[in-house]
């Protein structure tokens, strides 16, 4: 969000447009020409898409202020054993990557809730459903306000990584190009 509005500042003209959508339908959209760009998390090797790693985003334990584990400065991923969880939908690659931390620390959890995208999730253990593990930049804003708490993992750190994923050999317009340079300088 922070470099959409920076990008819109100096761009005023541009006609912007932002979705949240899952990888593979991002990666339909960049092959078919529906958009100039995306950004995903866990980019995958495809022969006709080029990937440019933008940032890793360490992860957390995610809890709401009324959890028991707050008290702690860090946790390791043990501690969450049997707990209630809420998780990505199966299909989606950070699901994919919490199950593999989890299963590495031969963790089981009780996932209680599936969703699609980090909103609901955050939601849903702000209202003590459960607790999670996401990228802790996500839920600055929440932890800010009191709503959630992040928790360092001890064994970790784990990271997300993201990149930018462009149609090998298509010709970005202008402000797309410059909207990728501005990305890239982070």
Not at 86 to 114: H, W
Request: net charge positive.
């Amino acid at each position: 969000a922070p470099d959409v509005r920076r990008f819109l500042l100096s761009h005023p003209k541009v006609n912007l447009r932002v979705t949240y959508r899952r990888s593979d339908d991002i990666y339909s959209d960049v092959l078919m020409d529906m958009c100039d760009l995306g950004i995903v998390a866990y980019p995958w090797r495809h022969p006709r898409i080029r990937i440019i790693p933008l940032k890793r985003e360490r992860m957390a334990l995610v809890c709401p202020p009324t959890d028991p584990l707050v008290k702690k400065r860090r946790i390791r991923v043990k501690d969450i054993t049997g707990r209630n969880f809420i998780a990505f939908d199966k299909d989606i690659p950070t699901r994919k990557a919490t199950d593999a931390i989890l299963c590495r620390a031969g963790v089981s959890v009780n996932i209680v809730q599936e969703f699609d995208n980090i909103e609901t999730i955050k939601s849903s253990v702000e209202v003590g459903l459960g607790v999670s593990i996401l990228p802790e930049e996500t839920i600055a804003r929440e932890v800010q306000c009191g709503h959630l708490v992040g928790i360092p993992f001890s064994d970790g750190p784990f990271y997300r990584p993201v990149g930018i994923i462009l149609k090998r050999g298509r010709i970005l317009p202008l402000p797309a190009m410059e909207f990728l340079r501005m990305l890239s300088k982070r």
